[in-house]
């Protein structure tokens, strides 16, 4: 397999969700030379699952009374004031040129009789802002348009695509090479380029219960610290409210915060409606108030539902199937209908908040590395995304990575001086590791409540083990989430107050004053765990 292109600065994107395919797309219209590594087929991954929208002040909302301050306010406010405001101005106030842009790919949001866009409430935002893709696949509707632009553009010869590529390292040269190993089917290739831009995703298969697709193994962040790379607030991992119980129903899903936003409200077995005595805002509090409050039901042995039948009975028969036709088939292949009765939900892994440390241009701390979409930390989620606003941080900070990858002088990196670095030890490599084990011990400590001496006895478990799978490219994958889950205990270790989606059961109240802190942290000693390829060249 080889592949040759000449061009002055070429740029290989990791990973084909929104972020990849908005980035590949303002590659080409900037002229780069591009190629595109997807580990699955082009589209797969999160981007396409997101079920509630693109939060967005548009000139109708503004029109309506909504604005940029507004949306920004929220934003840092269901972070827990962690995020950082100029990131956050900067994330709000491209919204509207992104929906722009997208409208110009061909993305068809969703709109009334008058042409107005059918504006959506979601929890923890002051004004209908949301916008949505045929309902409920807002994501699946964004991917495919923008996937249909990337394939028109392969034909016409702006960009080369290889799908089935999952990459396992990053090599820079001290030439400013940088080399991108992959593996394809059972064979391994490398390209050289100029600058990398990881957007690979996020990290859900740590996780006994998540909502993310299975090939959600924290590859970018895996990538990227073995690079050398700071990898930042990884503490702040975020639990979705709503996962149809996945030991009654495997298949169901997810069921998305827009239902609640539309009215539908959460009680247990005994029909209480627990959340109005938690939070003035009851269910559509921000959703780490709102998962520990599910999780808090179940520990004292509830059960917990999310009942929307009041809000078919209020709106009419056939209302929540045409408002939410992807929710309403899956959950109708599994006999269940929200119309009809109440569905069983737990609390499960949604999206890591923290990642690669960048700037909102893209840049890492290693030069001619980029990162953009969930595998990255902005900043702007805090600690607690927004509902809504991954889609969008994915895209717009995408764009802006091509346009840095594009006109950088070499040694360009992002700045560090607001981190407080730590470095992970180098292991001690004694038992074996694998997957399900690796699964049971983060669900455990990584959860929706942490202690000290949990976390403790995770991280003593993680630094005498080895990670340990049957084939290369689960090896690889699982290297990945074991890398992202020894940068997780530490970080929750190392923050002993709670902040946002980060709980410490332990928490230390003399400690307060050390809660605004930022942590940073790279590997000891790094080095490719991959390192063993035999590669075949391949020049982009």
């Known amino acids: 397999m080889s592949k040759s292109a000449s061009t002055p600065r070429t740029l290989a994107i990791v990973g084909s969700g929104v972020a990849g395919l908005c980035a590949a797309l303002e590659a080409v219209r900037l002229g780069l030379g591009v190629v595109l590594l997807t580990k699955g087929a082009l589209g797969d991954g999160n981007s396409s699952c997101a079920q509630g929208g693109l939060s967005a002040v548009t000139t109708q909302g503004e029109a309506a009374g909504d604005s940029v301050a507004s949306h920004v306010t929220d934003t840092l406010r269901a972070g827990a004031w962690h995020g950082t405001p100029e990131a956050v101005q900067e994330l709000c106030g491209s919204a509207n040129d992104l929906v722009n842009t997208l409208e110009e790919y061909s993305v068809q ?97 740590l996780y006994a219960a998540s909502t993310n697709p299975h090939g959600a193994t924290a590859d970018g962040i895996g990538l990227a610290a073995r690079a050398g790379a700071v990898i930042s607030d990884m503490e702040f991992i975020q639990f979705h409210p709503t996962l149809v119980d996945p030991q009654l129903y495997p298949d169901a899903g997810m069921i998305s915060e827009a239902v609640r936003g539309e009215g539908a409200v959460l009680i247990n077995e005994l029909g209480q409606r627990f959340m109005i005595d938690i939070d003035e805002r009851a269910e559509l509090a921000p959703r780490d108030v709102v998962a520990r409050a599910i999780h808090a039901q179940y520990q004292t042995g509830h059960q917990v539902f999310i009942d929307a039948t009041a809000v078919e009975t209020a709106k009419g028969a056939g209302f929540l199937a045409r408002r939410f036709p992807s929710i309403t088939a899956r959950l109708k292949a599994c006999s269940l209908d929200m119309a009809l009765a109440p569905i069983p939900v737990v609390a499960a892994q949604h999206y890591v908040m923290g990642g690669i440390h960048t700037d909102t241009q893209g840049h890492t701390s290693v030069p001619g590395i980029y990162a953009a979409g969930e595998c990255a930390n902005t900043t702007v989620h805090g600690a607690n995304r927004l509902a809504s606003n991954s889609l969008l941080e994915a895209m717009v900070f995408a764009r802006k990575a091509v346009h840095a990858a594009a006109t950088d002088v070499p040694g360009s990196a992002c700045d560090l001086a607001d981190l407080v670095v730590g470095e992970l030890p180098e292991t001690q490599t004694q038992v074996p590791l694998e997957l399900k084990q690796l699964k ?91 390192h063993q390829l035999k590669t075949k060249e391949v020049n982009a």
């Open 109 to 205: 949001f969703d709109k009334d009789a008058a042409g107005n866009y059918q504006l959506g409430l979601e929890a923890a935002h002051s004004a209908h802002r949301i916008l949505h893709a045929g309902g409920d696949a807002t994501g699946a509707g964004l991917v495919a348009a923008l996937a249909s632009a990337v394939r028109a553009a392969k034909d016409a010869g702006q960009l080369d695509l290889i799908e089935n590529a999952l990459v396992v390292d990053i090599e820079v040269t001290e030439a400013e090479t940088r080399s991108v190993n992959y593996l394809q089917d059972d064979a391994s290739g490398q390209l050289h380029v100029d600058a990398v831009l990881l957007a690979t995703g996020g990290l859900g298969s």
């Open 440 to 530: 049971d011990l983060a669900s455990e400590h990584l959860g929706v409540y942490r202690t000290g001496d949990g976390l403790q006895q995770f991280m003593s478990v993680l630094d005498s083990s080895a990670p340990v799978a049957q084939a290369p490219r689960a090896q690889s994958e699982l290297n990945n989430l074991y890398t992202c889950a020894r940068l997780i205990a530490y970080a929750a270790q190392q923050r002993t107050q709670s902040l946002g989606a980060h709980h410490r059961l332990d928490a230390n109240d003399q400690e307060a004053t050390a809660n605004t802190i930022r942590y940073g942290w790279v590997l000891s000693g790094v080095q490719s765990i991959d």
